[in-house]
């Protein structure tokens, strides 16, 4: 059996202003190439298929068109809801896209999902876990414990019979941790996986007499414990902090029972992630611009500030994400821990402060004056002085 892991789709996603459709599109695209060219036995998506609970039009068109791709080449697809997926409509059509060898579990239902296929090495079970909460699970197992993530997981795994003499494999779309060390996040999870605290986290050795754990949620490739148990990552870069991330798609082999091997598999992205960092003077200069369709945050040194310089930038780097400075000014204002220190200060006290740090002097009267009224009016203080 041999198969392309995905995960962490995101389909619909943005990078600042700018809409990933047709990023997302030509990798789609090279992926139901891949699994033809290998002639993958399965597809699997481990969560978070679309960005948003309620995707946009055109990342529903997007999904349908991969699935029908597919379906034509003979490809059977497994799906898994994420915590970024909503499940009812995730789940839309799945009973009878099942004829057409698409196989979805958005929500959990009490049992664990199976599917059985066949190779010429006899029968492998293919379980498919839907993110799930404690709070999702507790009341299908009145008889367990469940006060976690790790204990939900774990109960549905025990109840569901696996035969771990055959073949198997699972999607699982979770929070894995390995032994005493945590996944490296990618950065652009979203809030369910940064603000990750003990409750969400599972162990990883749950999944350890799986043949393969295809697992979602994490969006830096990774295998975590074991070779076999593994964050494919998300297919792009969806943030700055993962512009050093090789993205990969795992192609896994599944012949005897216990021999699983894994290669990784580059694709290429339409439009790369980079960030680029140094002196306008010397960005711009046109040795050094390369590429200038790809998506590019800015780090400009410049002890001052560069008026619209993004807007220069953006002469050049049309896709220009986002741009910030890194100088003495910018550095002072790292040292502040903005969190404990804004709670305990006025919007007027933390507009004189940011303007002193800024330009290095005072704020006029005047200029205070209006950014008071602004403030007032905009809803965010009621300093009326
Ligand atoms: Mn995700």
Redesign the pocket.
């Known amino acids: 059996m041999k198969f392309l892991h995905l995960a962490?789709l995101?389909l619909g996603r943005y990078l600042g202003e700018f809409s990933l459709v047709e990023d997302q599109k030509y990798m789609l695209e090279q992926i139901v190439r891949l699994a033809k060219e290998r002639g993958a036995d399965a597809v699997l998506m481990a969560g978070?298929i679309y960005d948003k609970a309620v995707p946009s039009e055109a990342a529903i068109a997007l999904f349908d068109s991969f699935l029908n791709e597919l379906r034509i080449a003979g490809i059977p697809a497994f799906v898994i809801s994420?915590n970024?997926d909503s499940d009812e409509r995730l789940r839309f059509g799945s009973g009878f896209f099942e004829k057409g060898g698409i196989y979805i579990a958005a929500g959990f239902n009490g049992k664990l999902y199976k599917k059985t296929m066949r190779d010429e090495y006899g029968e492998i079970d293919i379980y498919l876990l839907p993110f799930v909460k404690a709070s999702q699970v507790r009341h299908f197992f009145p008889d367990s414990h469940i006060d976690s993530y790790d204990s939900a997981v774990r109960t549905v795994i025990e109840n569901a019979e696996i035969d771990f003499e055959r073949r198997s494999i699972i999607l699982a779309h979770q929070f894995v941790a390995g032994k005493g060390t945590d996944p490296q996040l990618g950065g652009s999870?979203?809030n369910a996986a940064q603000s990750i605290g003990l409750v969400e986290k599972i162990g990883w050795d749950i999944f350890e007499n799986f043949d393969y754990a295809a697992l979602?949620?994490i969006?830096s490739p990774q295998a975590v414990g074991s070779g076999s148990i593994r964050y494919s990552g998300?297919p792009l870069k969806y943030s700055l902090s993962e512009v050093l991330n090789k993205k990969t798609i795992p192609f896994v082999t599944i012949n005897e029972k216990g021999k699983t091997e894994t290669e990784l598999v580059e694709i290429a992205p339409l439009r790369d992630v980079r960030h680029i960092k140094g002196k306008m003077k010397n960005l711009l200069a046109s040795e050094n611009i390369k590429e200038p369709g790809d998506f590019i945050y800015v780090t400009l040194t410049d002890e001052d500030f560069v008026n619209d310089a993004a807007g220069i930038f953006r002469t050049v780097y049309p896709y220009l994400v986002k741009l910030d400075y890194e100088n003495s000014h910018s550095e002072e204002i790292a040292k502040i821990d903005a969190a404990d220190e804004a709670a305990e200060k006025t919007f007027g006290q933390l507009v004189q402060e940011f303007y002193r740090q800024m330009y290095g002097t005072e704020m006029p009267e005047e200029e205070r004056v209006v950014i008071t009224k602004a403030a007032v009016e905009a809803g965010i203080s009621d300093e009326t002085d």
């Open positions: 962490d995101h978070d994420g970024h999870e979203g979602g949620h969006h998300s």
